[in-house]
């Protein structure tokens, strides 16, 4: 059964702690994305990836991280520096050179 | 003044009636065109995607795209309340390039 899995499903942040967001994709996709989603707005793009070991910074990345060291594993690393994280965290892939997204279920993370 | 503009709703209509969701854009050189309907508390799915100019049917939905107005439409025929969803308009210039997305219309039918 194909598809992209986020875990956990909802997540809480102490004031200065690390979270890691999980995405894994078994599609075979070559790209991967992380949006953040907040209500009344768009997706916003915090990194993407097209391929293993390379990542690029999208429009909101500060405070945020992610490695790449798998095709399958796109990690989102939500840092002590990113002062409003309360939201609705997305993961995508694509096929490379291919503009079609898809997303998985996705993960609430809430300040404690 | 945002690249893509999408009406927020809420919008409600009858089951059955015809559900028109427009979105409208700022940057000619968009020529992918896509709708994803995402359900409360789930990731987005996509639902129609089109290229460049023209209609795409797929069921009880219709894509319309009208690059010389820069304007994109959504058509549900026959809806049914398990329509009810958010649905957000998206766009991208290449094939390579950052998808925008619309911020949502939030779509009930009510039964």
């Known amino acids: 059964d194909g598809g992209i899995t986020q875990s956990p499903k909802y997540l809480f942040r102490k004031e200065g702690q690390n979270v890691t967001l999980s995405c894994e994709q078994n599609l075979n996709h070559d790209a991967m994305y992380w949006y953040r989603q907040d209500p009344g707005q768009g997706l916003r793009l915090i990194y993407y990836?097209?391929?293993?070991?390379?990542?690029q910074k999208g429009d909101i990345a500060e405070g945020y991280s992610v490695s790449r060291e798998k095709k399958e594993s796109f990690p989102l690393t939500v840092t002590s520096a990113q002062k409003n994280p309360t939201a609705f965290y997305l993961c995508?892939?694509?096929?490379?050179?291919?503009?079609?997204?898809?997303f998985g279920p996705g993960t609430r993370l809430l300040v404690l | 003044q945002k690249e893509v503009e999408q009406d927020p709703g809420p919008l409600s209509v009858p089951e059955g009636a015809i559900v028109s969701l427009n979105c409208t854009y700022s940057?000619?050189?968009?020529?992918?065109f896509m709708w994803y309907r995402q359900y409360s508390r789930k990731g987005p799915e996509l639902l129609m995607y089109t290229y460049s100019s023209g209609n795409k049917e797929d069921g009880r939905f219709t894509a319309q795209v009208d690059k010389s107005s820069k304007y994109i439409s959504l058509f549900i025929r026959d809806s049914q309340p398990s329509d009810s969803a958010t649905y957000l308009c998206?766009?991208?210039?290449?094939?390579?390039?950052?998808?925008?997305f619309g911020s949502g219309t939030r779509l009930s039918i009510r039964p």
């Open positions: 998206a766009m991208s210039v290449s094939s390579a390039s950052k998808i925008i």
């Open positions: 995508a892939s694509s096929i490379r050179g291919e503009e079609t997204q898809y």
């Open positions: 940057n000619s050189a968009f020529q992918y």
């Open positions: 990836s097209q391929i293993v070991n390379d990542f």
